[in-house]
């Protein structure tokens, strides 16, 4: 190796590490000092992202469902959200359904990215009249709530 290369190399070398010096924020001046502050750098960088990583978690555990409700000539289109997956969920909505007299017309379910249902409720032979969009999303709520408690009890 001529003198020349290895003068190009050794350069090379110091302009990597005051490369890295610079974006650690390192005040090192000696390669080793500089290799151990980023190598502390990387680290901490692991411990934020770990810890941003477990809140975002538990915030979207304890995210509510988003519920909409329209009213229709002859039922309702019901939506239901939620950011986590929900294994056992489709069948408390679909027990609650029943429940308020309505049979599913159409449905979309989704559990892919989370927990997402649009559905058609119409009244099953009469046995839904007399009740209005604002309860039937009460009661859904209401059964996602009680889903949610006894799923958290498992």
């Given at each position: 190796?001529?003198?020349?290369?290895?003068?190009r190399?050794?350069?090379s070398?110091?302009?990597?590490?005051?490369?890295?010096?610079?974006?650690t924020?390192?005040?090192?001046?000696?390669?080793?000092?500089?290799?151990?502050?980023?190598?502390?750098?990387?680290?901490?960088?692991?411990?934020?992202?770990?810890?941003?990583?477990?809140?975002?978690?538990?915030?979207?555990?304890?995210?509510?469902?988003?519920?909409?409700?329209?009213?229709?000539?002859?039922?309702?289109?019901?939506?239901?959200?939620?950011?986590?997956?929900?294994?056992?969920?489709?069948?408390?909505?679909?027990?609650?359904?029943?429940?308020?007299?309505?049979?599913?017309?159409?449905?979309?379910?989704?559990?892919?990215?989370?927990?997402?249902?649009?559905?058609?409720?119409?009244?099953?032979?009469?046995?839904?009249?007399?009740?209005?969009?604002?309860?039937?999303?009460?009661?859904?709520?209401?059964?996602?709530?009680?889903?949610?408690?006894?799923?958290?009890?498992?």
């Amino acid at each position: 190796m001529s003198s020349s290369s290895r003068g190009r190399k050794k350069s090379s070398v110091y302009q990597k590490l005051q490369q890295l010096r610079s974006v650690t924020n390192s005040t090192a001046v000696n390669k080793t000092s500089i290799i151990v502050d980023a190598s502390r750098y990387i680290s901490e960088l692991k411990d934020k992202v770990d810890k941003l990583s477990q809140e975002t978690g538990t915030t979207s555990q304890n995210s509510m469902p988003m519920v909409t409700v329209e009213t229709l000539e002859k039922g309702f289109l019901i939506n239901v959200f939620l950011e986590k997956n929900c294994p056992g969920l489709l069948v408390s909505v679909l027990e609650t359904f029943e429940e308020l007299g309505l049979d599913v017309l159409e449905a979309r379910v989704s559990c892919e990215d989370g927990f997402k249902l649009e559905a058609i409720g119409g009244e099953n032979q009469g046995n839904a009249e007399g009740i209005d969009a604002q309860m039937v999303k009460q009661v859904m709520m209401q059964a996602i709530r009680k889903w949610s408690e006894s799923s958290q009890d498992d």
